[in-house]
């Protein structure tokens, strides 16, 4: 297993330019989402999605868009790039919930983007 | 405004010793918390859980310590060694869903 994959590892955009990160997994996960990694800020959830064709909004989701039009790809694109989205964006992807357990989330390495 | 906080930006410990990373919390609903490690270059990885109906879970040389009524929890490393120095990021879960809240990571240096 590839585990949760992410391409590009680097990118350096110009303001107003639009570019879609790329995520995938082999687990067979329902669960996917995209985080953001931003100093003395942790990790922000942008959007996520419970399953193929089902998508939702989390904490930062302004200025991404996301499908899920299967259960591996989680594409996560940036409309028109600005300075304030320069971060390093972490894709994960993990089995449903229950009440009483937490499956653990599984990381991709991430991808670093600038915004100039 | 946070929900969960980590207010130790950094922590420097020798080898041997005990680490203590500390986190606070605001919202009651939060039922599950985890710890999540990350190297430089590579995405987190989960270390240790906890339920909110327990106090305590142990996992080898890691064990996370949760205080309810103070909004508080722990993650004790002992004995610390050079490999766990890393940041280490306190997650919490909203009411049984999938997502999950993060704090701002505490960067853990274990000198040898």
């Known amino acids: 297993n590839a585990g949760v994959t992410q391409t590009p590892k680097f990118q350096v955009l110009k303001t107003g330019q639009s570019m879609t990160l790329q995520c995938a997994q082999d687990m067979n996960h329902e669960y996917m989402s995209w985080y953001r990694q931003d100093p003395g800020m942790g990790l922000r959830l942008i959007h996520y999605s419970v399953g193929a064709g089902i998508t939702d909004q989390g904490e930062v989701p302004n200025g991404y868009n996301v499908s899920r039009s299967t259960t591996e790809d989680f594409p996560l694109r940036l409309l028109s790039a600005a300075p304030s989205q320069t971060s390093v964006y972490f894709c994960?992807?993990?089995?449903?919930?229950?009440?009483?357990?937490?499956?653990?989330?599984?990381f991709g390495p991430g991808t670093r983007l600038t915004v100039l | 405004d946070q929900q969960v906080k980590q207010n130790s930006p950094s922590l420097s410990v020798q080898e041997g010793r005990i680490s203590i990373l500390n986190c606070d919390y605001t919202n009651s609903m939060f039922d599950y918390f985890l710890w999540y490690k990350k190297y430089p270059a590579e995405g987190p990885t989960f270390l240790i859980s906890i339920s909110s109906i327990k106090d305590k879970n142990e996992d080898g040389r890691f064990t996370v310590f949760l205080n309810k009524s103070a909004k508080h929890l722990s993650l004790h490393i002992v004995p610390s060694q050079p490999g766990d120095s890393a940041v280490y990021f306190c997650?919490?879960?909203?009411?049984?869903?999938?997502?999950?809240?993060f704090g701002g990571g505490t960067r853990l240096m274990v000198k040898p």
């Open positions: 994960a992807s993990s089995p449903p919930s229950r009440d009483l357990s937490m499956n653990e989330q599984f």
């Open positions: 997650a919490a879960r909203y009411n049984a869903g999938n997502m999950l809240t």
